[in-house]
């Protein structure tokens, strides 16, 4: 059964979600911090959502994984490679919770898993879907290398008003 | 870990290639009682299949896939505790019989497991599922808490908390 691998950076540490990781993420989820990611979500959705990201490391060999600060072992988010059948591709993507933003550490997490796919995969690519009001996520993604690809194809039942597309290439 | 294999039944925990079997029962009419059906969309069946394996990482219990010595797939039957749910709650997913192995895993989940109690939650418009509850021998717990204010609820053994 493949699972998420335990990823290192200097200052975070991308591991496997937990249990304890559900209370924090479904209460973001249910807040209006996640207007951006689709509305606020009932617990018991995104519970189902978070388990499908796991799950995806055995279905796919790629998913989401918790992120936690090294220097005190506090969760901080999530970040995953996910491709639910509604995706055309594999999409990289991000949330931290409200206390740890502003420190740079989606960037060192998302590069991290940038990092990890080019190395495990023979992808050339990655996107990530963002609404095009989420002006920090695109600045994150532009600030990881992304660009905006115009003619990707969107996610099943999404259209521009809602999702823009910013894709990674590997680097040469 | 094989639960169980005797010459009618295979039990093994859920795996990557049992979504052969599992997608096209949530896409089927009864996949309408484990909230998928026709109209759930191949999205949201995918999704169903891939929420058992992440539960169980998350949890270490699960699912287990019934096979016949044949391989024909038979049911889907285990445990399942998302955050928001009172207590450890067996389900299944009769593709054609649930019975035998619904039996062997609840026996595993008090014998070997450990476990004090287990619960289902059924819709009560689902005759069929609540039918082999009582067959599997549970009773009724009009008090326990439960997901949804119109499930019923019922305990295979052991009391609530």
């Known amino acids: 059964m493949t699972i998420a691998p335990t990823i290192t950076t200097p200052r975070l540490r991308l591991r496997g979600h937990a249990l304890a990781d559900f209370p924090p993420l479904c209460a973001l989820f249910a807040s209006a911090r996640a207007a951006y990611m689709g509305g606020a979500i009932p617990a018991k959705e995104s519970y189902r959502w978070i388990a499908a990201e796991v799950g995806s490391w055995v279905l796919r060999g790629f998913g989401s994984w918790g992120v936690e600060r090294t220097s005190d072992d506090a969760f901080m988010g999530q970040i995953g490679i996910n491709q639910p059948l509604e995706f055309p591709e594999p999409e990289l993507g991000w949330v931290l919770l409200e206390a740890f933003e502003g420190h740079g550490y989606a960037a060192e997490g998302a590069q991290a898993a940038l990092d990890w796919w080019w190395d495990a995969s023979d992808s050339d690519t990655l996107v990530s879907y963002i609404h095009p009001d989420n002006a920090r996520s695109i600045a994150l993604a532009s600030r990881l290398g992304a660009q905006r690809d115009p003619d990707a194809p969107l996610p099943d039942g999404e259209d521009g008003s809602e999702t823009v597309v910013y894709r990674h290439r590997r680097p040469q | ?161």
């Open chain 2, 1 to 161: 870990m094989t639960v169980r294999a005797t010459d009618r039944l295979t039990l093994r925990p859920i795996a990557a290639t049992d979504m052969d079997d599992l997608m096209p029962f949530h896409l089927s009419d009864r996949g309408h009682w484990r909230g998928a059906g026709p109209d759930a969309g191949a999205g949201w069946a995918w999704r169903l299949c891939a929420i058992p394996l992440g539960h169980k990482q998350i949890h270490g219990f699960g699912n287990f896939i019934g096979r016949t010595a044949a391989g024909e797939a038979v049911t889907s039957v285990g445990a399942f505790c998302p955050a928001n749910w009172p207590e450890r709650e067996q389900g299944w997913s009769t593709l054609t019989d649930t019975t035998e192995a619904a039996n062997t895993v609840i026996n595993h989940d008090r014998d070997e497991l450990g476990w004090d109690t287990l619960v289902s939650y059924i819709d009560p418009a689902n005759a069929r599922s609540f039918a082999l509850a009582e067959h599997l021998g549970a009773t009724r717990d009009t008090t326990a808490p439960r997901p949804d204010a119109g499930d019923l609820v019922y305990r295979h053994f052991g009391a609530a908390a």
